[in-house]
């Protein structure tokens, strides 16, 4: 897949282009609907095929002060697009002249003279253009004008209940991991580096690394613990992970906390990211380090029972 940070660095012009549109957060089953129909159509028409998506989010420039937190950092929705089989990503940074563009201006100009659009393929409800002016009856209009054609892919249903990224992220906020994993088709994933905390872990022999994440609009699901897997060095690590602001020890601030099971070494310093797979229990105050490291050993008994006995599997990912 080749990666472009804006539409004036896209090189693809000697084939025509099949392009979707979208911010693609969480990149999620009904994203992947998309996606897949667009490859498949590309590769059988020896075309490009084109994702042109947005960062920063449009609504944190167009709305100021907004708390929007995302499902995946940029470097994450990256590597999910890689695993599609797509030719072509443009990231156009998103500014509030490039919102200024008129429905038009955007059709003609972007998609037509910069990435040689012969086909669009939008997801259902599909807006865009200044104040959102265009939408599917436009763009048909604008292919019979400028030759080119539209699809348009219903909404993406699991139960009668429509996917978006914002319903993922509330199940998160509420702490429903297995919707939000449904949604997403994958385990959610949380990326950071791996900094010092206190050392009170190892100190009661359950060694911690904490996980620092640099982006801080990236979702951070309910406080709580949950049940994880990573993958260090080749090897794949379950552990339990708490999130939140350790009240029995006067906490002031939210961390994250993991400890991989038979897992014990200098990770300082690493990159890791950690899929989320079940939760076990919400966060607690002890009256004791000693209440909350006999808790710690029990939610890791549970753990292990839930994954020996298969009630925990990591799905493969469907792309």
């Known amino acids: 897949m080749k990666i472009y940070h804006s539409i004036k660095e896209f090189t693809g012009k000697e084939k025509s282009s099949i392009i979707t549109i979208g911010t693609f957060d969480g990149v999620h089953i009904g994203h992947q609907e998309i996606i897949k129909k667009l490859v498949k159509q590309s590769s059988d028409a020896d075309n490009n095929s084109v994702i042109l998506t947005f960062f920063p989010h449009p609504r944190m420039v167009l709305q100021q002060g907004t708390d929007l937190k995302l499902l995946t950092t940029l470097p994450e929705k990256i590597a999910l697009l890689e695993k599609t089989g797509l030719n072509n990503l443009v990231i156009e940074p998103f500014t ?35 104040n959102r002016e265009g939408n599917f009856k436009q763009l048909e209009e604008y292919g019979s004008l400028y030759g080119f054609k539209v699809e348009e892919i219903p909404a993406q249903d699991i139960k009668n209940i429509s996917v978006s990224s914002t319903k993922i992220r509330q199940a998160l906020l509420d702490g429903d991991i297995q919707k939000a994993n449904n949604f997403l088709g994958y385990e959610y994933l949380l990326t950071g580096k791996v900094v ?3 050392g009170l872990g190892n100190k009661h022999n359950y060694p911690t690394i904490n996980i620092d994440i640099a982006e801080s609009y990236k979702l951070i699901p309910k406080p709580g613990v949950y049940i994880v897997k990573s993958t260090i060095n080749n090897q794949n690590l379950f552990g339990i992970m708490n999130i939140g602001f350790r009240p029995t020890v006067n ?31 919400d966060e607690q105050k002890f009256d004791s380090l000693e209440e909350l490291f006999a808790q710690i050993k029990q939610d890791e008994k ?6 020996e006995s298969s009630e925990i599997s990591f799905r493969k990912k469907k792309f």
Do not use: M, P, Q
Not at 100 to 125: H, S
């Open 96 to 130: 509030k002249e490039f919102s200024r563009l008129t429905a038009i201006d955007f059709v003609k100009n972007i998609l037509i003279k910069r990435l040689k659009l012969k086909k669009l393929v939008i997801g259902y409800d599909h807006h865009f253009g200044r």
């Open 196 to 198: 010092h905390g206190k």
């Open 251 to 281: 906490g002031k601030h939210e961390t994250i906390e993991v400890h991989l099971l038979d897992f014990n070494a200098d990770l300082y310093g690493e990159t890791i990211s950690i899929s989320i797979a079940h939760r076990l229990r």
């Open 302 to 307: 549970s753990a292990r029972t839930l994954i």
